[in-house]
């Protein structure tokens, strides 16, 4: 079983930045995957970028790349955000599965309880 802890939420105004940072415990996470989600309100979740054990961060598209940063420290994964727009306002989730990350929700087992972000204009 693994916890994922999700902090760094907050109200910021647009073109701020926030890092939200997720801690992993109950296991260790050699050749799991760990991954952000967002949920916007009224849309279905969506992936955000992710963490393998070795290799290249994954990023939903070029545009968020270009914004957003993730790392990943063992059991730890940070996504930090920069010049951040109204549209980025969600539930930021922490995600850890086996293999590589994948933008396919139900391909998770496990789920932080997420953090709220929210960008005014």
């Known amino acids: 079983q693994v916890q994922l802890v999700e902090s760094g939420g907050g109200l910021v105004q647009a073109g701020g930045s926030l890092r939200l940072s997720c801690a992993a415990s109950?296991?260790?996470?050699?050749?799991?995957?760990m991954a952000w989600f967002r949920q916007a309100p009224g849309k279905e979740r969506e992936f955000v970028g992710g963490?393998?054990?070795?290799?290249?961060i994954t990023y939903r598209t070029d545009s968020l790349k270009g914004r957003f940063t993730i790392s990943r420290d063992n059991t730890k994964v940070y996504l930090e955000m920069n010049s951040l727009e109204p549209e980025d306002t969600a539930v930021y989730y922490c995600?850890?599965?086996?293999?590589?990350?994948?933008?396919?929700?139900?391909?998770?087992?496990?789920w932080g309880q997420g953090t709220q972000v929210t960008v005014s204009s």
């Open positions: 109950g296991r260790t996470l050699g050749g799991y995957a």
């Open positions: 995600a850890v599965r086996y293999g590589p990350p994948v933008a396919v929700t139900t391909s998770y087992v496990y």
């Open positions: 963490a393998p054990w070795n290799g290249l």
